[in-house]
């Protein structure tokens, strides 16, 4: 019998929130630095750093909600 592997419970690395803001601050300033050199490398570093935000966001809010138990 062949074993079959689940994706369900698979276990995700989280980063911490420090670790988050120096990503989301690298990326957002080497998008700025390329900016006037290519402009699609610059739109998709942007489009990373906007992600790393949303994370971020999730991130606070989700230590906000534990702060209050």
């Known amino acids: 019998m062949n074993s079959q592997f689940c994706k369900v419970g698979k ?3 989280f980063l911490k929130l420090e670790e ?4 989301y601050s690298a990326f957002v ?7 006037h050199t290519d402009g ?3 739109d998709y570093l942007y489009f990373e750093a906007y992600k790393l935000r ?4 999730t ?3 989700n230590e906000d ?4 138990f």
């Open 11 to 13: 276990v995700k690395n």
């Open 20 to 23: 988050l803001q120096k990503l």
């Open 29 to 35: 300033e080497e998008a700025y630095n390329i900016m």
């Open 40 to 42: 699609s490398l610059s």
């Open 54 to 57: 949303r994370q971020m966001v």
């Open 59 to 61: 991130v606070k809010s």
């Open 65 to 68: 909600f534990r702060a209050d």
